[in-house]
């Protein structure tokens, strides 16, 4: 068993930015716990060894050159803005700088 | 009629890309409403788009290999103006500024886009159900699901409402609903097609590519959207494939394998119908070769972690600051919170908490990591058995299309259904869905044919034997 | 300011630096600082679906050119994704590098003869900026804030230091040394006052022998003054706080400039679960040798090499022009020096105006080099005053061409001995107290009667010469 719990899917609902009621709370639990169990024959495999992949292919150094390309007119990108003020992005207060 | 011959038809000039268009909004019109096939119906974009090639070929200029050929795209591929939803309600509304490389590369050919199909919410779905928009219906029979995520696109060809349409594949996403809908669904090499404006769900698993009527129109259409992006970084280096060239190429003196883990726990008139393909590709001078591969039983359980710790950070920029859904509240942390738990559906929300869970500190080696390392087992293992073999074959799913409902009070068994599809895109590698034979109520079945990386001519050239087989049959 | 005795501070500082690139990290919109808001996006630096980043091969090179300057080792790199929500990201995550960063190990060389050790410089992107409405301008309080993405996507260097740091003092030395070797690197402009390099400092204290204590981390350094005040402010706090019994908590803390001191931001357990994973959207990176080569190829010399060679031009250097030498290095003007010191000139005289005149101008690209060694060899002969010298040099920097022919021009003709004898004899015999203290040995008079002289000659005469016609008469 996976052994999850109520509060750990809680805390995983506040990185996430979700809210879940007690009733999904209940649900997701129940539920997550079960997806996590069949991850179960997974891991009790020794892949101590195993190198991770994370790509299917082996491609290295895929750069490009540093040229300018046009940009997006702003009223353009603007126009899909839920709200707009001054040419920028308006959003509500914001609580706490960024880490 | 099938694509080739229609862009055979307006490139000749015998016949006009915009009646094609016309006939091709008719078919929709008088099945969408009771299918719901397409979110949004791009008339306007379509008639110019006809027009275009119509001018093209009157004044002699070469309109593209794919000229006046309708085509219906799944609402995750970004085409410039045109709404683009995900079947989300966190993105309603929102109408890209710029377009998919694969969109610019039909475009370029001639081809013209219908509009948008009907994807299970952020492709996260085998049967559309959970789309915010309602489900698609199956053409073949709709009190049953057409199969997903691009369940839609599916549909779209199955009720020859457009002879083309493009998907996504994750874990299945083109092959089930091919299945289940009794088309042709290709899942290209990782890196073969280009991913810029394909709307990520799990970016290393996702790969476009083609569902058609027939193999051949499928090989065409893998052809004009596969080729080198330098917009984006995993894309394989090399130019398109000739796919079309070799359709009639056979299967003589290759050896097949037959894959136990890829028919076990179907139903049993689907191993039927996989067990009959083999016999057919054995009659076409292909060696049969049962073989094993245990490290795919695994696939399902790696998937279920990679692809929803991918998809939680992907997802992660619906936050209501730049497009789509805002819901208000006084600070910009609850109105982030406020907007995605209004705007994503439940199956979403799910895959979004297991894929963060997953990632979070003190389970990331337990969970995502230990994933990763079944992937690298997963792929060894493929690579192993095409030592031995040029070709596999197995089931594409484990039954015919279901029900409505069936599956969706249990999401462990929903994802049941992908677990013949999944190892291929762990891999990275191709496979493909083609139709062969019928089952419950007669119901198209699938079989699956899958190869390593850049096998896609190989596959088209064996999933062209079994075609042939089943219209002679 | 000193710590009490027996206590001794630790600080690693963290250095943000954005890469001088044309264009962005992972697009193709220029990378400019002051344009319009959000007039330098693209699909890619906003995040929008579908958009996919594809890497700036001159922003690698940058890296590479900043680690080989730090002695560090290149190796094969990956970028990760770093998760977490804030409005001016545009993914709500950054891409950046996480357990192989593409530069590890390394040290910097301080002026003062300390060695700071380098433990990483990585790649990441930069995020937008956010201007917060409301009564304050400033955060707490804001009702509203706008969101420009200009600068999302911008490259960056982070560099971090180990924990090698023992004073405010000399965390200002690393800041000021490592801000020179970047910009001699050609990746960064050094700005600190546009943000374009940033640090953060790990701020513990301990009684010295002491294993390490609990650190801190203080953000919004922007200037070199502030770094030092932070510094000091945050070890005496943290001194203070447990002579008086208190415990430091592991915590982020922010410096108010206006105040003078640091408060909390967050405290660990607030700490984000940033749940690092490889960035499926890149593949590794791993610069062969002929691109590590050409990157080394294309380095100059370090500003402490080029320092040096500057005091050895001089023989010896006051503190005002070993400033004045970290001016020159830093806009890359040494030259205009070097060119002086080849023809025989004063180099003194021209490591001043190079750090005074030709730093002001800014564009120094109609000023010929020969141009500016003829007129400090005009002026260390007497030919020109000092006033008259930067009066040409502006000029020659304004629009080009010959000092001789300009000087003619304005009229700087030299005053002739003759003349310059008999303003200074007319002058004396003016100021008969004033000649008789200065012949009496206050020699600060001199300077009294330099100033008659070039009200009288409207700045025509030479300093020295006046001196010279002073002491003869005296």
Not at chain 2, 61 to 88: F, H
Not at chain 2, 219 to 240: F, K, N, R
Not at chain 3, 221 to 243: D, K, P, T
Not at chain 3, 342 to 366: F, M, P, Q, T, Y
């Amino acid at each position: 068993m996976s052994g999850l719990t109520r509060t750990e899917v809680a805390h995983v609902a506040k990185l996430a930015r979700l809210r879940l009621s007690d009733e999904e709370l209940d649900l997701f639990t129940v539920q997550l716990a079960r997806i996590l169990d069949h991850a179960a024959d997974m891991q009790s495999l020794d892949l101590a060894d195993v190198i991770a992949t994370a790509h299917p292919y082996d491609l290295i150094n895929v750069v490009r050159e540093d040229v300018v390309r046009p940009s997006l007119a702003r009223d353009a990108v603007l126009a899909a803005a839920p709200d707009a003020e001054d040419g920028c992005f308006a959003v509500p207060r914001i609580m706490g700088e960024a880490p | 009629m099938n694509a080739i011959t229609m862009a055979e038809g307006v490139r000749a000039g015998e016949l006009s890309a915009t009646t094609l268009a016309q006939e091709s909004l008719e078919a929709i019109r008088a099945r969408n409403d009771e299918l719901n096939v397409f979110l949004h119906i791009d008339e306007d974009g379509a008639m110019a788009a006809a027009a275009r090639v119509d001018d093209a070929v009157a004044r002699g200029a070469d309109p593209g290999r794919l000229a006046g050929v309708p085509i219906a795209l799944k609402d995750n591929l970004c085409q410039v103006g045109v709404p683009t939803t995900c079947s989300s309600r966190i993105l309603e509304g929102w109408r890209p500024p710029y377009s998919a490389t694969v969109v610019d590369r039909l475009l370029g050919a001639g081809a013209v886009p219908m509009g948008k199909t009907n994807l299970d919410e952020f492709a996260m779905g085998s049967s559309t159900e959970t789309s915010a928009f309602g489900p698609t219906r199956n053409p073949l029979d709709p009190t049953r699901v057409p199969g997903g995520s691009s369940g839609g696109s599916a549909a779209a060809v199955a009720a020859a409402m457009t002879p083309l349409a493009l998907g996504s594949d994750t874990g299945g996403s083109i092959r089930q609903p091919a299945a289940l809908c009794g088309i042709v669904g290709v899942k290209p090499t990782y890196g073969l097609v280009s991913r810029y404006g394909l709307i990520a769900f799990a970016s290393s698993l996702d790969q476009i590519g083609p569902f058609a009527a027939n193999v051949a129109d499928a090989a065409l259409l893998l052809e004009v959207i596969a080729g080198h992006d330098p917009m984006d970084s995993t894309s394989l280096p090399e130019p398109s494939p000739n796919l079309v060239s070799h359709l009639d190429d056979g299967v003589a003196g290759q050896r097949i394998g037959l894959v136990r883990e890829l028919i076990d726990g179907a139903d049993a008139e689907i191993v039927d119908a996989v067990e009959r393909a083999a016999a057919v590709l054995a009659a076409a001078g292909a060696t049969i070769v049962e073989l094993s591969i245990p490290e795919l039983r695994l696939g399902l359980s790696a998937y279920y972690l990679i692809a929803p710790a991918e998809a939680s950070s992907n997802l992660a920029r619906y936050d209501g600051v730049r497009y789509g859904l805002r819901v208000d509240a006084d600070d910009v942390a609850a109105m982030n919170e406020a907007t995605r738990t209004a705007g994503f559906g439940a199956e979403v929300k799910r895959r979004i908490m297991l894929g963060t869970y997953a990632l979070s500190a003190g389970y990331y080696d337990a969970y995502y990591g230990q994933a990763l390392k079944v992937r690298t087992q997963m792929r060894d293992a493929f690579r192993r058995a095409y030592e031995d073999v040029d070709l596999l074959l197995g089931a594409t799913t484990p039954s015919v299309a279901f029900t409505f409902g069936s599956k969706t009070n249990d999401p462990m068994a929903m994802y049941l259904s992908d677990v013949f599809t999944i190892p291929t895109n762990l891999a990275g590698e191709a496979a493909l869905s083609v139709p062969f034979g019928r089952g419950e109520a007669d119901l198209p079945i699938g079989v699956q044919l899958l190869g390593p990386g850049r096998s896609e001519a190989r596959l088209f050239a064996a999933a062209t034997v079994l075609e042939d087989a089943e219209r002679g049959s | 300011m000193t710590l009490p005795a027996g206590w001794e501070m630790v600080v690693g500082l963290e250095v943000h630096t954005e890469l001088r690139t044309a264009t962005k990290m992972f697009c193709g919109c220029a990378n400019a600082f002051g344009a319009e808001a959000n007039t330098n996006v693209c699909p890619v630096c906003l995040g929008l679906p579908g958009s996919l980043p594809v890497l700036n091969k001159q922003a690698v090179s940058m890296a590479m050119a900043i680690g080989m300057a730090l002695h560090a080792t290149i190796a094969p790199s990956t970028f990760h994704r770093k998760n977490y929500f804030y409005p001016d990201m545009p993914k709500d995550f950054q891409i950046s590098q996480y357990d192989l960063p593409i530069n590890s190990g390394g040290y910097l060389d301080l002026p003062d003869g300390s060695r700071v050790s380098i433990e990483r410089a990585h790649l990441e992107e930069d995020t937008g900026k956010s201007t917060h409405l409301g009564v304050s301008g400033r955060i707490h309080g804001a009702e509203r804030s706008l969101v420009d993405y200009n600068r999302s996507g911008v490259p960056l260097v982070e560099i971090v230091s180990g924990p090698d740091i023992r004073s405010a003092a000399q965390a200002r030395l690393y800041a000021s040394e490592l801000r020179a070797v970047l910009i001699a690197t050609g990746a960064s402009d050094g700005r600190m006052e546009e943000g374009s390099m940033r640090i953060d400092a790990n701020v513990s204290v301990r009684r010295s022998g002491d294993p390490f204590g609990t650190r801190c981390e203080i953000k919004n350094l922007n200037s070199l003054r502030s770094l030092h005040r932070a510094i000091e402010f945050e070890a005496e706090r943290q001194v203070a706080l447990i002579e008086g019994g208190g415990v430091v908590r592991q915590e982020t803390r922010h410096w108010d400039e206006t105040v003078g001191a640091t408060s909390t931001m967050r405290v660990k357990e607030e700490a984000e679960d940033y749940r690092y994973f490889r960035e499926p959207d890149l593949v590794d990176l791993a610069p062969d040798a002929d691109w590590q080569r050409s990157v080394a190829e294309s380095l100059g010399p370090m500003p402490a090499e080029r320092r040096a060679a500057m005091v050895a031009l001089l023989g010896q250097a006051s503190d005002a022009q070993r400033d004045a030498i970290d001016v020159v290095i830093d806009l890359g003007l040494e030259r205009y020096v070097h060119a002086t010191a080849a023809a025989g000139g004063d180099v003194a005289i021209a490591v001043a105006r190079v750090a005074n005149e030709l730093a002001a101008a800014g564009d120094v690209s109609k000023l010929m080099e020969d141009a500016f060694v003829a007129t400090v060899a005009m002026e260390s002969r007497g030919q020109l005053s000092a006033t008259q010298s930067k009066a040409v040099l502006a000029d020659l920097l304004a629009t080009g061409g010959d000092p001789v022919a300009v000087a003619a021009a304005k009229g700087f003709e030299q005053l002739s001995d003759d003349s310059l004898g008999d303003i200074v004899a007319t002058l004396i015999a003016a100021h008969p107290d004033e000649w008789a203290r200065f012949c009496a040995g206050d020699d600060k008079l001199a300077q009294f009667f330099i100033g008659l002289v070039m009200r009288e000659t409207r700045g025509r005469a030479n300093g020295k010469a006046v001196i010279a016609e002073l002491h003869a008469r005296r």
